[in-house]
């Protein structure tokens, strides 16, 4: 079955550490996206690719990186840049309108 | 950019009752129109969509029509059940989808 999947389902961050949120389809979709949730509020776009070797900033890019080496492939580096991380992560992936989420990954800080 | 208005919950409801979660939007052209659905501690799913206006989108017995008019996309479903409680987002986009802040649905038996 193809879908998007998303490692690993927790994890924990310490001060002053950077981290990765993995994120892998196998849609074959060409655009891949990342979003944070805070609990009891929507999603906020951090970054999006619509293509291999080309991303873009969204809304709350400040303290995340990201890359797009591979199709399938988008992760996401919580840097320690980032004084807030605490939150729901969901990337998504697209093809015109269809939009695919993965299951999310929760990242706390310890 | 696109961008969402959507009604506040949370909204409580007792089984069976009629559910209206109002949606509206502002973008430029005519983007496809979607409804997501978010189960506690999962990731979001598609619940219905339409991508030209007057297309009506259902699914598991929620419907919503896309109002060029009015520019909306009201979700409404006419006997909520338990297993309906969750968090509602509606989204309008082209290749980038933008979301409304979530209405959380509880249906209490």
């Known amino acids: 079955d193809g879908g998007i999947t998303q490692s690993p389902k927790y994890l924990f961050r310490k001060e002053g550490q950077n981290v990765t949120l993995s994120c892998e389809q196998n849609?074959?979709?060409?655009?891949m996206y990342w979003y944070r949730q805070d609990p009891g509020q929507g999603l906020r776009l951090i970054y999006y690719?619509?293509?291999?070797?080309?991303?873009q900033k969204g809304d709350i890019a400040e303290g995340y990186s990201v890359s797009r080496e591979k199709k399938e492939s988008f992760p996401l580096t919580v840097t320690s840049a980032q004084k807030n991380p605490t939150a729901f992560y969901l990337c998504?992936?697209?093809?015109?309108?269809?939009?695919?989420f993965g299951p999310g990954t929760r990242l706390l800080v310890l | 950019g696109d961008s969402v208005t959507q009604m506040e919950g949370p909204v409580t409801l007792s089984e069976e009752a009629f559910l209206t979660i109002n949606c509206t939007y502002t973008?430029?052209?005519?983007?496809?129109l979607f409804w997501y659905v978010q189960y506690p501690g999962e990731g979001l799913q598609l619940l219905l969509k339409?991508?030209?206006?007057?297309d009506k989108g259902s699914n598991k017995g929620f419907e919503a029509t896309y109002r060029k008019e009015t520019t909306s996309f009201h979700l409404e479903k006419g006997s909520v059940q338990v297993s309906d409680s969750a968090v509602y987002f509606c989204?309008?986009?082209?290749?980038?989808?933008?979301f409304g802040i979530g209405t959380k649905l509880q249906v209490i038996p």
């Open positions: 998504a992936s697209s093809r015109g309108t269809d939009t695919n």
């Open positions: 849609l074959n979709h060409d655009a």
């Open positions: 690719s619509q293509i291999v070797n080309d991303f």
């Open positions: 973008a430029t052209g005519y983007p496809s």
């Open positions: 339409a991508t030209k206006a007057d």
């Open positions: 989204a309008p986009g082209y290749q980038k989808v933008t």
